[in-house]
């Protein structure tokens, strides 16, 4: 029996342009991490038939919403919030 593809942890969306994020926890030197995959593709209708399809080939003028994806998704994944009151073990 096959496995179902896993849905993405998070999506962020700009017009056409789309970044996937997939995370998976893992244990390194008796910690765990998480890590990331990240996907950014963008969405077009063919011409020729009326279906949509993906891509991840990009014009100048895609650039703007790609960088903006690309920007949250670099923040999502590097910043780390910390709660009021809560000292970071990390300096």
Known sequence: MS????PPAKEFR???ICASIWTKAETRDGRSVMQ??????KRYRDERTGD????SYFRPEDMPRLALVA???FELVTLREIEPGVESKTK
Request: aromatic residues 4%; without cysteine.
């Open 3 to 6: 496995q179902q593809p896993q």
């Open 14 to 16: 700009a017009g056409t």
């Open 36 to 41: 990331h995959s990240i996907r950014i593709q």
């Open 52 to 55: 949509w399809k993906t891509t």
């Open 71 to 73: 920007n949250r998704v």
